[in-house]
């Protein structure tokens, strides 16, 4: 990728490095995040935040190019922050402030013309139109969420970026969320780029996913992609007796792994066709009914297991 | 998308003095700004009902003054990066000299229309008319004072990033200076104050008795009261200024 960014994607980073002292955050980062709901998956110190910095114009990389909108990170931070919503990790807000007041105060820097109007709608797609009123302090930590979601998305962003927007925050408050998130894409089309490590969450809105590790890619892509992707190597194993059949699997050399999951044999193949030929046969061999044989879907973990976790 | 905003600067303004008259600590700030006030009232020399006695308070309400504006510029500049209200400002389309601007601009105004109108309170006290120059110019001593010390908070906040550390060594750092040097020298507040004010009430009120400083002011001692606050605040703002608008990275 050279100087001129491409706008088929919201946003590009090319191999961004950021170091803070002689501490690497950004290790020649690239990534490409098209429209829709993507998820920024990485475990914590793995550069997720510092990524957003940079994107935001927080942050100046040390080497490499950062784009949102086809316009520079740092350059045009301005510019890119009039389409942009953000919803940070921590609930930075005036505790004093209602949330009408403090949203009030949001929309008009982002000249909203009929602000009442705007934030009562807003108000009322997260839930807080009980609570416009109250000092923010006496929110609960999901009413702080809904609330940053509120503000994140005030100014009618192309993109709402939300970092670790379920944290602390219990079960329902988190399915509420997400759920608020997806009606939100889907009424106003707005894109957004979710941060986070709790990858259930991601598995239930998201349709492209990054995986970051030790400030890399590790991976990207659209998730049918990626599941399609992780779960050819994975095969699922329905017999009558595991344990019997899983000492057999263990000698074959087109295995890589074999875990037993709910009475369910796992294995991760390194060869697809000579395991599939073996399988009937020692199921024969040994006399055991094969009640089941097919490929696994992988699910979010299991492809975050198989690209992070492979490399620790 | 929406156009950029052309009040935003005016809005930020708003919104920081909004901020600030909702902190907890506000009415003691105002208490304090009385009772910097009111204190001359236990001098034992009692009031001469005059301009003289605008001058009796002053060491008081300086060391009050310093340590308010220390702290309130520490809570909203240093405080800002703990609390993570500056990554959040800096994520909305205002530009960061906005920001800056309208912090400093807010704080002074609500540090100076506190002091001011407790400072005020002087002329009701004294029976001292309104029409006095000289509370005019203790105004302007306490003005100068504010930028001085805004100045040295803001920069230290710029340093330390950490509200309490910048509240500490901010007021160590003028303390420290008041004490270092003397009486009338232009680098303690009552040393400037007193050149000013010595320096004015020699013109406005030539045949007085009353004397605040202990010697006739020099012209040079004048201009150097008021030059040494002013070009401190203007190199000091102006460095952080270029700082927090080019480099200042926020993580």
Same mark, same amino acid.
């Given at each position: 990728m050279?100087?001129?960014l ?5 946003v590009e980073t090319f191999n961004l490095v950021k170091t803070f002292?002689?501490i690497p955050a950004l290790n020649e980062l690239t990534m $490409? ?14 550069g997720k935040t510092t990524t957003i910095g940079v994107l935001l114009g927080l942050i100046k990389a040390n080497k490499g190019q950062a784009s949102m909108?086809?316009?520079d990170c740092w350059k045009n931070s301005?510019?890119i ?32 013309? $009929? ?63 997400? $759920? ?32 970051i590790?030790?400030g890399k890619t ?95 | ?12 303004? %708003? ?47 300086? %060391? ?174 102006? %460095? ?7 480099k200042?990275e926020v993580d």
């Amino acid at each position: 990728m050279g100087g001129a960014l491409t706008e088929e994607f919201v946003v590009e980073t090319f191999n961004l490095v950021k170091t803070f002292g002689k501490i690497p955050a950004l290790n020649e980062l690239t990534m $490409q995040i098209p429209k829709g709901i993507s998820g920024f998956v990485g475990k914590n110190g793995s550069g997720k935040t510092t990524t957003i910095g940079v994107l935001l114009g927080l942050i100046k990389a040390n080497k490499g190019q950062a784009s949102m909108f086809g316009l520079d990170c740092w350059k045009n931070s301005f510019e890119i922050r009039q389409k942009l919503g953000v919803m940070h990790e921590t609930n930075a807000y005036p505790g004093s402030f209602s949330a009408r007041r403090f949203l009030t105060h949001v929309a008009k820097l982002y000249s909203i013309t $009929q602000i009442d109007q705007t934030i009562d709608e807003l108000l009322n797609d997260v839930d807080l139109t009980h609570a416009q009123d109250k000092p923010i302090k006496t929110f609960s930590a999901g009413m702080f969420k809904r609330l940053g979601l509120a503000q994140a998305l005030l100014g009618n962003p192309e993109l709402a970026i939300l970092d670790e927007p379920t944290a602390n925050i219990d079960p329902l408050g988190r399915i509420t969320l997400l $759920q608020k998130i997806k009606e939100m894409h889907a009424k106003k089309g707005t894109s957004f780029l979710i941060s986070t490590h709790i990858l259930s969450d991601l598995e239930k809105i998201c349709n492209y996913l990054i995986i970051i590790d030790q400030g890399k890619t590790v991976d990207q892509g659209y998730m049918s992609n990626l599941t399609e992707k992780y779960s050819a190597k994975i095969y699922k194993i329905e017999v009558s007796n595991p344990q019997q059949f899983i000492t057999a699997l263990q000698k074959l050399t087109a295995i890589d792994k074999v875990w037993i999951d709910n009475g369910k044999i796992f294995c991760k193949v390194n060869d697809p066709e000579v395991f599939c030929s073996e399988i009937p046969k020692i199921a024969s061999e040994l006399k055991l009914q094969l009640k089941g044989f097919q490929q696994s879907l992988g699910s979010l973990e299991e492809i975050y297991t198989q690209t992070v976790g492979e490399k620790r | 998308m929406n156009k950029p905003a052309p009040k935003t600067f005016f809005r930020l303004v %708003l919104w920081e003095i909004e901020n600030c008259l909702n902190l907890p600590v506000l009415s003691l700030i105002v208490a304090s700004a009385i009772l910097a006030v009111l204190v001359q009232s236990t001098s034992i020399t009692g009031f001469t009902h005059n301009y003289g006695d605008l001058s009796t308070g002053a060491r008081t309400i300086f %060391l009050i003054l310093t340590f308010v504006t220390c702290t309130l510029f520490s809570h909203s500049f240093a405080g800002s990066f703990g609390r993570g209200d500056l990554k959040r400002m800096l994520s909305y389309p205002v530009k960061r000299w906005q920001i800056f601007i309208s912090k400093v601009f807010a704080l002074n105004l609500i540090i100076f229309g506190i002091y001011a109108s407790a400072y005020a309170m002087n002329l009701y006290i004294n029976a001292i008319s309104l029409l006095e120059p000289m509370f005019y110019v203790s105004l302007f001593t306490i003005f100068l004072q504010l930028l001085f010390v805004c100045a040295i908070s803001v920069g230290v906040s710029m340093i330390a990033k950490s509200e309490l550390i910048s509240i500490v060594v901010s007021f160590l750092l003028i303390f420290g200076l008041d004490n270092a040097f003397n009486f009338d020298a232009i680098f303690t507040s009552m040393g400037r104050f007193s050149n000013i004010f010595g320096y004015f009430a020699q013109i406005t009120h030539p045949g007085s008795l009353i004397r605040v400083s202990p010697v006739p002011v020099t012209f040079e001692q004048f201009t150097g009261s008021i030059v040494f606050p002013l070009l401190t605040a203007v190199v000091v703002l102006g %460095l952080v200024f270029v700082y927090f608008t080019r480099k200042m990275e926020v993580d």
